[in-house]
């Protein structure tokens, strides 16, 4: 009988090395993906490179690094580029935020700030309507209007009980501002930095902070704003407007100060 004739086996690769090599395209293409999608280190993707071109030799003319190769190349520069592109969006974004912000808070600003100058003016007049204009200062700022009094008009050395004679002015400043009913008020009682012999005041915090507690109390009783509204500080003497080392500028640091707040600080107080 006679024997079958074996059949020589297939030339070239074997049919699964197709395959095969189609699966590590894939796995490349998977892995540029993610690095797109990921900070990388240049010296660790070099070395990635240099093992993938030792392995599949993907790079030609035996090139080890990244700008060698042109498929890995292209897809670094390009990967690169799209990176940029959303860094630069991101970034974009938030200047854009910042800016509004900002805007916001300026204009803020500026809407507050007209408004105090508003009320300055208004109590300016009401001031040389009543003839106080020598005994009362007024100033402003973003948050409110300020009424600054001498307290040497107000108090006797060392007290914190009104004058008799200061009554008649107190009783004009609250006329001033009776009108601003949802304000905060706030008194605020100043001293010079000469320490104060008393009894009854340890320091020069404690007499301002009563000097302004009887001021602002005189105000609750002659007006018809809420009294919640009404507050009282002593700054003693860590707020001077002068000099404390001649007698003039000690003088008007002695002072008890009104702060009308306008409408925007009023909310925030």
Known sequence: MARKKQEDAPKGSPAWMNTFSDLMNLLLCFF???FAMSDVDAEKFEKIVASFQNTFSILPSGGASIGEGELVSSGVSQLEMLDSYYKDQANSKSDEESDTEEDIAEAYKEQSLEESEQMAQAIEEAISKYGIQDEVEVDFDAQYVMLNMNGAILFDSGKSDIKQEAYPLIDKIGKLIEPYQQN???VEGHTD???IHSSKYEDNDVLSFYRARSVSDYL??????EPAHIKSAGRGEYVPIADNSTPEG???NRRVVIKIYNSYSSELQ
């Open 32 to 34: 540029v993906m993610l």
């Open 184 to 186: 905060i008020i706030e």
């Open 193 to 195: 930095n000469v320490p």
């Open 220 to 225: 609750r009783e002659i007006t018809t704003l």
């Open 250 to 252: 000690r003088a008007r």
